[in-house]
């Protein structure tokens, strides 16, 4: 039996980056992977495809040059189905490859095949290269899959899930999306700009939650604007797929008993924990009821030599999470220097059109903890950069405590928000102050100017032109 310090289950971002690191630092890893392609779903189903398909969008819709020349392209370039995945395809592809290069150089094996785990130190491999392996350590990497209710009928046709969306073979006409989580909300504004009539349904009455409550409604006026129609406090209660003679595909009805009609259905409402059918439980790892694996703080699971990362572990279940936490998995497996734990504060990106990325605390957070706060705010349209590009909407919002003026949380609306969000994201970590903000120069005309406008906005706002003191 081939025997290695570390097994891997899942080639995702969490498995990738963990299977690095400890082949990085001279041990020997083997990654089993059941997908022909390497890479899980932040590569072929999830972060990277649809990433892709909204710059494809942006192109087809013209959206971009709208704004700058006032000029409609949209007819001219009528996208189908192959333009609109050919981009996908190709990043895909790339990515895959990319990772199959980042082992071979690695030296590290790769299994294509299921893994289930036999006993602390036993993997066993099922399909292409079956096998049974032996490993000091294993890492369980298998990440998530889309919540499925029962009474839906995902047909990979017409009601669809977030993994065979990615499958149509035709641009619907009209979609019903479930879930304004960030899935929905990505999806619904990559259709509506590719000219699809989106009705998105959410159980809550606003999108979400998480966000400071401006930029929300910021961003659900701005899916108005390009026709996403909002069902809020209402769940699916049925989903019926109709005969062909139908000028519609579904018919569903709604908990708050309208019906609707679409040539599509995407029901994006969770996903849960890829942690079945590996044989953990029966070893003693604990899961909880979501399904998810628990871990202590250094990844290991009940089961010493078995230890657990990404989305199967649950919150935050992010591609960018997901990657540290196999990081600091392996450093604690092995007692490595560095990465002992991902840091507690991380930007959410959400790539909607335009896109939201935020770090820190919320307005409301403020507000709800008491605490003495000031607004700054500055907006995209206000901007030299923000002219240029022909940006109309889009906001940076900073969330200051008035007493040290130091930023406490920074939440932008806007194009290539999740770009500028790391700058922000410094201020925050480094408790940088309004007066270190105003004092600092920088490159004009660019959107990162908006910093300094928001921070001479909160000196305003904060009243502290009658105390000049301070920084
Ligand atoms: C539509 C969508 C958009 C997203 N966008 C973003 C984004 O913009 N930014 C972001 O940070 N995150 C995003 N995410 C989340 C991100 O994709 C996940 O957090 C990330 O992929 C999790 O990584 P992982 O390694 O834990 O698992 P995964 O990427 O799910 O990989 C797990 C791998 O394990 C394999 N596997 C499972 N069971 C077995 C087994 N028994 N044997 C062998 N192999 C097995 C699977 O085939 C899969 O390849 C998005 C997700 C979705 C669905
Ligand atoms: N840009 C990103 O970082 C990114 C993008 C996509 C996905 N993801 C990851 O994928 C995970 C899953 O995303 P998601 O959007 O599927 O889930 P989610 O949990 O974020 O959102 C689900 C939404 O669906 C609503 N909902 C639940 N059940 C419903 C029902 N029966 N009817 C109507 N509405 C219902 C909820 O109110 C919620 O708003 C996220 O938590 C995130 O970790 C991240």
Known sequence: MKKYDLIIIGSGPAGEK?????????????????RADLGGAGTNTGTLPSKTLKETALYYSGLNERGLFGVDKELERAANVRDFFFRKNQVVEQQEQ?????????????????ATVKDPHTVVIEGKDAAEIEGEFILVATGSYPFQPPGIPFDGKFVHDSDTILNINRIPRSIVIVGAGVIGCEYATIFAVMGTKVKLVNSHEEILGFLDREICRELTADMEKIGIEFVFGSRIEQVEILPEEHTSNVHAKLTNGAPIEADMFLYAA????????LGLEALGVEIDNRQNIVVDEKYSTKVPSIYAAGDVIGFPALASTSMDQGRVAVTHMFNFWGDEKISEQFPYGIYTIPEVS????????AQKKKIDYC?????????????????????????????????????????????LIHYGMDLVQNEDTLGRIVSRVYNTPTLHELYKYAAYNALIEGHYMDEPTGN
Do not use: C, W
């Open 18 to 34: 963990a299977a690095v690191k400890a082949a990085y630092y001279g041990k020997q890893v083997a990654v089993v992977e059941k």
């Open 98 to 114: 990319g990772i199959a290069a980042n082992f071979k150089l690695h030296n590290i094996d790769t299994y294509i095949g299921t």
């Open 270 to 277: 969770g996903r849960s924990g890829a942690s079945h059918n």
């Open 358 to 365: 935020v770090y820190g605390m919320t307005e409301d957070e």
């Open 375 to 419: 607004i700054g705010r500055a907006r995209y349209r206000d901007m030299p950069r923000g002219r240029i590009i022909g940006a109309k909407e889009g906001l940076l919002k900073l969330v200051v405590d008035r007493p040290t003026r130091k930023v406490l949380g920074v939440h932008i609306f806007g194009k290539i928000a999740t770009e």
